[in-house]
């Protein structure tokens, strides 16, 4: 059996060559005791990447170690990215040492791949071996982490709860990144779920992150996409974790480059289903690798941006940014689809279940409403438009309790932060939009009780 479930496997069983080999047989199998694989250790404290104000934009797939220099990084941290995870050829201790340096200076953080640790195994001074490296890297301050693993199989988790333990009691301000595999198949739904359970019980994660790539050459959409969403955020909401989520920026195997509105839809579809982190997948273009025939990701493979490079920095940096700080400390309560169908996986508007919302007009919409841990009558809409393709009206109306409504104003200062009233209408109760392919808004509101 493989340690890592790879794209290109996943690939293959959605194709219907493996079947019901999509997931691996350990995935159908009861979870273990919390003694098979270790007690919990209790983290001093939250990592930096989870705990801060700021909304972590990464991406996969770095330049590769010839191009660590100052004018690449000023090119990233102008796309309004801020997080940088290891892997190309950028996986060793020299590599990573110049790529902290260079990513220092641009006030970049780094999730590093470093091999001694992602390949550790549990022999005698393991522990000692991994502290060792760690130490290698805690005197630079662009260190936010490491980055363990790519969509392990579950029959390894035992063996990364221990370098993960290890990690976090050496060094609980910094990001142990494990990355989980997608759901494409309709009928692993509940595997699917026994699934996170082992890896939330035997990893003892600080958040979790996933990735799915809905969107398909041949103009098709995998059904599977919302239901995957769904049992990450329950996942994430029972275990009191963050999520993050990984979005498709480059053409490889079967699925598309998105278009800049394909690619808005697929950050804000994650925003509204509660992700506190977006990765992209890829930043740079990879190449001569054995899994895929890649396309063209934001950087090509001759290192020249493209048209998605400039559409990405626009929505990084005038959107993600200023609404994931907003989001970002916040609760996801609720996730309502709205229009004349459903995908699978979606919960219809209720507006028994909805703090702010009496009704909203049948326009096919996605709504994620937030709260404060500590309900203080405020909420939050999130409202992004379900097409990619077309452009959507919707109208909501506030229920009697709700005294206000404000619409999230982005501003290119940093750190301002302004909402704007929203005009009402029909007795201060209802107000509509208009939302582009793949738009969303931001609604602040406050209750009377």
């Known amino acids: 059996m493989t340690e890592h479930l790879t794209r290109r496997d996943l690939l293959r069983l959605t194709a219907g060559v493996a079947g019901a080999a999509a ?80 990513a220092d200076r641009h006030g970049l953080r ?3 791949v470093d091999q001694r640790i992602s390949s550790a195994v549990p022999t005698p001074g393991y522990a000692d071996r991994i502290r060792a490296v760690l130490e290698e890297y805690q005197q630079y301050n662009a260190f936010a982490g490491f980055r363990i693993v790519d969509e392990p199989n579950p029959v390894t988790y035992p063996r990364y709860r221990m370098i993960t333990d290890v990690l976090a009691e050496a060094a609980p301000s910094k990001l142990s990144h494990l990355n989980l595999v997608p759901v494409y198949n309709p009928a692993w739904d509940r595997a699917y779920e026994t699934y996170l359970e082992r890896y939330v019980e035997q990893i003892a994660p600080s958040f979790v992150s996933f990735d799915h790539y809905p969107l398909l050459k041949d103009g098709t959409f995998r059904q599977t996409f919302f239901l ?47 992700c506190k982190g977006v990765k992209y997948f890829t930043y740079w273009t990879p190449t001569a690798r054995p899994d895929f025939e890649f396309g063209t990701a934001l950087i090509d493979k001759a290192g020249c941006q493209t048209p998605l490079y400039d559409a990405a920095s626009t929505f990084n940096r005038t959107f993600l940014q200023p609404v994931g700080r907003q989001l970002k400390h916040l609760q996801s309560k609720q996730v309502f689809h709205t229009g004349p ?3 699978l996986g979606a919960e219809p508007f209720s507006a028994a279940r909805s703090r702010v ?18 309900d203080d009558g405020q909420s939050w809409i999130f409202a992004v438009n379900r097409s990619y393709t077309t452009t959507t009206d919707v109208s ?20 301002v932060r302004e909402y704007v009233p929203v005009p009402l209408r029909d007795g201060g109760r209802t107000f509509s939009v208009s939302l582009a392919p793949g738009q969303a808004e931001l609604y602040r509101t406050r209750r009377t009780t």
């Open 23 to 102: 997931l691996p047989p350990a995935l159908s199998a009861a979870p273990a005791s919390a003694a098979q694989v270790g007690a919990i250790l209790p983290q001093a404290a939250v990592p930096d990447l989870l705990a801060d104000d700021v909304f972590p934009i990464g991406f996969y797939w770095p330049p590769p170690r010839r191009q660590i220099n100052d004018e690449r990084y000023d090119e990233i941290a102008s796309a309004g990215f801020n997080l940088v995870l290891g892997g190309n050829d950028v996986y060793n201790k020299n590599a990573n040492v110049r790529l902290l340096e260079v």
């Open 110 to 112: 780094v999730l590093a």
């Open 228 to 274: 995957n969403h769904k049992l990450i955020r329950e996942a994430g909401n029972r275990a009191g974790l963050p999520t993050w989520v990984y979005v498709c920026s480059v053409d490889h195997g079967v699925m598309k480059r998105p278009t800049p509105a394909e690619l808005a839809w697929q950050i804000n579809m994650g925003l509204a289903y509660g």
């Open 341 to 343: 169908s459903q995908p």
């Open 357 to 374: 919302l009496s009704a909203v007009s049948s326009s096919p919409m996605v709504l994620g409403e937030y709260e404060r841990p500590t």
């Open 396 to 415: 909501f109306t506030l229920k009697p309790e709700v005294s206000s409504a404000e619409v999230f104003s982005p501003s290119s200062i940093p750190h």
